[in-house]
């Protein structure tokens, strides 16, 4: 099960910020919490797992044991036809709670995952405030802001799809089916792009 809720745009008081996005999205899994945690905190296989999003992924830092300080690049994607390369960096780590980032390159702003065990259900929310810096999504922001809101909720509906099947593979299920791959071009493409 899939909840997304749109703010837009917001403000954030607390750090005297703004981003031109707010998603908050509530996936119900059933999961542990140390199973989802080490799942989402595995990035290296992100492209593997998540690959309609994640079309390649490279740890730049490692940061310090419990992952505060690893440096991520992403090249990602959704159903519209464009490509975004940026970074994360883990700025809080609370095993098996949840995690916070900071994002910059074409996505500037800070994700938060946090996971609450509901007996056999892992509870996770995603909030995700967000402004997009790649000139053309900055230009048109301010008429596709609802297609833009779109294409977040369309790529974390495949991200939860894409757990649901990674849970199965980790846990010793056979014939898992594949995630769902990129759309037209990148389904056809080698999208390893970064070195």
Same mark, same amino acid.
């Given at each position: ?54 079309? %390649?992924? !490279? #740890?730049?830092?490692?940061?310090? $044991?419990? &992952? ?9 994607? +959704? ?7 940026? %970074?994360? !960096? #883990?700025?809080?780590?609370?095993? $098996?709670? &949840? ?9 500037? +702003? ?22 997009a810096e790649k000139p053309i999504l900055r230009k048109l922001t301010f008429l596709l802001r609802s297609v833009f809101a779109a294409n977040h909720e369309w790529a974390m509906r495949k991200g939860l799809e894409s757990l649901q099947l990674e849970l199965r593979r980790r846990r010793g299920e ?22």
């Open positions: 099960m899939q909840t997304t809720t749109n703010h837009l745009p917001a403000d954030s008081a607390k750090n005297n910020e703004k981003a031109d996005y707010h998603f908050i999205t509530t996936w119900k899994i059933g999961a542990t919490c140390e199973e989802v945690y080490r799942i989402l905190e595995d990035v290296e296989c992100l492209a593997e797992w998540w690959p309609s999003v994640y079309l %390649d992924v !490279r #740890v730049r830092e490692k940061g310090q $044991p419990g &992952g505060i300080g690893k440096l991520v690049s992403l090249y990602t994607k +959704g159903w519209l036809p464009y490509t975004l390369r940026w %970074d994360f !960096r #883990v700025t809080d780590a609370q095993f $098996p709670n &949840g995690f916070a980032l900071q994002a910059t390159g074409d996505f500037i +702003g800070r994700g938060v995952w946090c996971f609450q065990q509901e007996g056999d259900t892992c509870v996770i929310t995603y909030d995700w405030k967000v402004s056979h014939h898992v089916p594949a995630a769902p791959g990129p759309v037209f071009p990148h389904n056809l493409l080698n999208n390893k792009v970064l070195n």
